[in-house]
């Protein structure tokens, strides 16, 4: 099956990419990555790649080791445009996540906000990771003019993540914790109809992460055909059931 991966031209996370990528690629699927323009070879975060802080809080060493491999895949080199994206060709849709500067590019295009409101209305498997929900929330249905999330349940980065991040690293490193002057979890629940119901949090942590071989504190949800995880500490999982939504998706 071909999964459609759309990110900025640098700045995403890099275990929200590399990990899906890697469990995709190894189960048989094709990922076709798409940035702003044709041909554009993107980069991660690099604090990620080296340690945001004194060389800690950055990547682990596993998705690293994915991300090197990722950057020498053909589909790294290949990538195709926002704009001219047929969704119909794609089984699948990750919107992964990540904080920086750079990342404003991808969250805040209106052109694929557009495409994603299509891919949506194909009730094809759709993910979204961290700050990725929020291209989702910003989205909108044409029939009805609201959000694609507006009557799902979901989770996304949670606020006490955000700020304990953002005011542990302000002294040295600004604002690189916050993209936008709101909240991630504020604006997502501001799309949906009902958020004290459809808005989950998930268990409270701030350095636990799953594994490869751990799901103990990894959190995701599920809705229909939409699943979504709230951090790079979710990525395993994330990627695991996500090829759940495809097998599910292909059996019908």
């Known amino acids: 099956m071909r999964v459609l991966m759309p990110v900025p031209d640098h700045d995403f996370d890099v275990t929200e990419v590399a990990v899906p990528w890697r469990l995709l690629t190894e189960a048989g699927h094709d990922v076709v990555l798409a940035t702003e323009h044709a041909g554009t070879r993107p980069a991660a975060d690099p604090r990620l790649l080296t340690g945001v802080l004194f060389g800690q809080l950055g990547a ?30 794609f089984d699948g849709l990750i919107l992964p996540g990540g904080h920086a500067p750079g990342m404003r590019q991808y969250l805040g295009s209106s052109v694929l906000q ?88 998930g268990p409270r942590t701030l350095t636990r992460r799953g594994t490869a071989g751990d799901d103990t504190h990894a959190f995701v949800v599920r809705d229909g055909h ?27």
């Open 60 to 89: 682990e060493p596993e998705p690293r080791t994915f991300y090197r491999q990722l950057t020498e895949a053909p589909e790294f080199r290949r990538t195709v445009s926002w704009a001219d994206l047929d969704v119909a060709e």
């Open 114 to 201: 557009r495409r994603i409101a299509d891919f949506w209305a194909l009730r094809r498997p759709v993910g979204a990771i961290c700050h990725g929900v929020l291209v989702l929330a910003r989205a909108q249905d044409p029939a009805t003019g609201r959000s694609v999330l507006a009557d799902r349940r979901t989770t996304c980065l949670p606020k006490y993540m955000e700020r304990t991040a953002y005011f542990t690293t302000a002294w040295r490193l600004g604002r690189y914790y916050r993209t936008y002057p709101a909240y991630v979890e504020d604006e997502v629940r501001s799309a949906l109809t009902d958020p004290g119901t459809q808005f989950a949090r």
């Open 226 to 252: 939409y699943l979504s995880a709230r951090w790079p500490g979710d990525a395993y999982l994330f990627g695991r059931r996500f090829l759940a939504l495809l097998q599910d998706a292909d059996g019908r």
